[in-house]
């Protein structure tokens, strides 16, 4: 096992460096870091009040090191924090609404190099943006201080009905894995969004599940543990594989669709549109080539329809291009102009 895991480290780390996914590289290392220090406490003495400052030296110490490394990059980065940070204070107390930051971050950007003067190297990073590369700034700006407050209300649940203290979970290795997992994602989340990704979420919950029942022995109930957790695991696992099929399956129509509507026309695509439409009738970018193929097709009612909807969870430039030339074709010249 020790074998095996060891080479599953490399790969990881392999493939990590090999795309410089800086986030990645530094979250990772601080993850792994933080394992070292936690196992190794005892044995060479070290307070947990200087393995927190250790590891925060070292996180700083790997931040700036790659500020250096794409220069025009972390000017994006830090243009994008601003921007964020003018969408939270606008919707400070409930946010913009879960997953639409994509929807208004474009709209912000536009306003934000529209009014003031930019420097040129700055205005030539800006294009479509859809995360905020920053989990807690993203998490603000979609949830406001409401959902804030609602977060830390649970945490602090979490923590108070814990059977051990914080530091005392830590004595168990397994535990301590979890926890540099946690470090791991938690680190690459302040420069990316990876809580974003499904496959991401799920791992967050399998850790904390892992650093929250280090200890725990008993299972109330009837049932034993292994029982309730297999019947859990069934259910949602049967769930994530039904919506999984489903999604996967409605984006290979979505494909095909796109190509017949290329190739072959607007109407041959047009079961294939609506079929894949049951599925992804919240997926914005779906929205938009279904409602720019029907702009094309001169379908201008469809269009409209399908290209407001695509705004609720999208904010890219062609969308706009695209509802300005279909408001334009329907004669609605003052939203066109708006679009433009």
Same mark, same amino acid.
């Given at each position: ?12 780390? !392999?493939? &990590? =460096? ?56 972390? *000017?994006?980065?830090?243009? %994008?924090?601003? &921007? ?7 919707? #400070?107390? !409930? ?5 639409? #930051? ?7 950007? @536009? ?13 030539? /990073? ?12 993203? =998490? ?7 959902? /804030? ?19 005392? %979970? ?20 302040? =420069? ?26 008993? !299972?109330?109930?009837? =049932? ?17 594989? /039904?919506? @999984? ?28 549109? *609506? ?35 695509? *705004? ?29």
């Amino acid at each position: 096992k020790k074998i095996l895991c060891l080479v599953l480290l490399g790969v990881c780390f !392999f493939f &990590i =460096f090999r795309i410089a996914a800086r986030a990645a590289i530094i979250g990772s290392l601080l993850g792994c870091l933080g394992c070292f220090l936690l196992l190794q406490k005892e044995r060479i003495k070290i307070s947990r009040l200087r393995v927190v400052a250790l590891l925060m030296t070292i996180f700083l110490a790997a931040v700036c090191i790659s500020l250096f490394m794409k220069i025009n990059s972390e *000017r994006g980065r830090i243009t %994008i924090y601003e &921007i964020g940070l003018r969408i939270f204070k606008d919707n #400070f107390l !409930f946010g913009v609404g879960p997953n639409r #930051f994509a929807a208004v971050y474009n709209n912000y950007q @536009s306003e934000y190099f529209r009014y003031g003067t930019k420097p040129v190297e700055v205005e030539i /990073l800006a294009t479509n943006t859809l995360e905020g590369f920053n989990i807690v700034l993203q =998490f603000l700006a979609e949830y406001g201080m409401l959902g /804030l407050f609602l977060l830390v209300i649970v945490l602090y649940r979490i923590f108070r009905n814990m059977r051990n203290s914080l530091w005392g %979970i830590f004595d168990h290795a397994s535990a301590i894995g979890h926890a540099g997992c946690l470090i791991s994602i938690f680190v690459a989340g302040l =420069f990316s969004n990876p809580v974003h990704m499904t496959p991401v979420q799920l791992l967050v919950i399998v850790h904390l599940s892992g650093v929250f029942g280090a200890g725990e022995n008993s !299972f109330p109930g009837k =049932f034993r543990k292994w029982q309730i957790t297999g019947l859990a695991l069934s259910i949602i696992g049967g769930w994530i594989i /039904l919506y @999984s099929y489903k999604q996967w399956n409605a984006e290979i129509t979505w494909r095909k669709a796109a190509n017949f509507a290329m190739f072959k026309g607007f109407d041959d695509a047009g079961s294939g549109y *609506r079929t894949a439409a049951k599925s992804l009738k919240h997926n914005g970018a779906f929205l938009f080539n279904y409602g720019a193929e029907a702009a094309l097709a001169g379908e201008f009612e469809i269009a409209a329809e399908l290209l407001e909807k695509s *705004r609720l969870y999208l904010s890219v430039n062609n969308l706009y291009l695209y509802l300005g030339d279909v408001y334009l074709k329907q004669g609605e010249f003052n939203k066109a102009e708006e679009n433009y």
